[in-house]
């Protein structure tokens, strides 16, 4: 097994296809986009509006099934604008339903590898803990996404450099 595993950057144009989900899906007016750079990176950008119950803006794309348990977990390299970001994992193809996150903050326009263990993703349900959920299985990853929703409305930006995976502990996991 590899010791890590890049799921997704924005040079291979092979990689994934990426959509945004804003709250517009509930009537919220927040809006954003994916755009490729110049430098082969992503960048997710837009405004975070709080109006009409809104308050998130999201980036996922679909990885069909993917068996991720060899791997320990998730590493992403980013550079933000200060913001708290979620990475997010789903279990399943649907659109709507259980989601997998893990928090991390960005600082303003500084590069950061950030990594988080499987076990560190917690269930969440249109932004609370469901009754019962199980925790992320590794082995059966469908989906992956980054989504803004930190309640402090206007604009933000996340470069993203890649998203993979991880296999062995170093004193750089937070």
Same mark, same amino acid.
């Given at each position: 097994?590899?010791? %890590?595993?890049?799921?997704?950057?924005?040079?291979?144009?092979?990689?994934?296809?990426?959509?945004v989900?804003?709250?517009?899906?509930?009537?919220g007016l927040s809006r954003s986009e994916i755009r490729l750079?110049?430098?082969?990176?992503g960048m997710f950008s837009g405004v975070l509006s709080l109006e009409n119950s809104g308050g998130f803006a999201s980036l996922r794309t679909k990885l069909g099934l993917t068996d991720l %348990?060899?791997?320990?977990?998730?590493e992403i390299r980013v550079r933000g604008d200060?913001?708290? #970001?979620?990475?997010? &994992?789903? %279990?399943?193809?649907?659109?709507d339903g259980v989601s997998y996150r893990t &928090?991390?903050?960005?600082?303003?326009?500084?590069w950061l590898t950030i990594r988080r263990k499987f076990s560190e993703f917690e269930p969440t349900f249109r932004g609370r803990k469901p009754r019962g959920a199980a925790p992320l299985d590794p082995s059966r990853i469908h989906q992956m996404?980054?989504?803004?929703?930190?309640?402090?409305p206007?604009?933000?930006?996340?470069?993203?450099? #890649?998203?993979?995976t991880w296999s062995t502990a170093s004193k750089e996991d937070r």
């Open positions: 097994m590899d010791a %890590s595993r890049h799921l997704a950057d924005f040079r291979d144009q092979g990689a994934p296809q990426w959509f989900v804003n709250d517009g899906v509930m009537g750079t110049e430098e082969g990176t %348990s060899g791997y320990a977990g998730m200060g913001r708290t #970001y979620q990475l997010r &994992l789903r %279990s399943d193809d649907r659109f &928090l991390f903050e960005t600082r303003d326009g500084e996404g980054l989504l803004v929703a930190d309640k402090q206007g604009a933000f930006r996340l470069e993203i450099d #890649y998203i993979g």
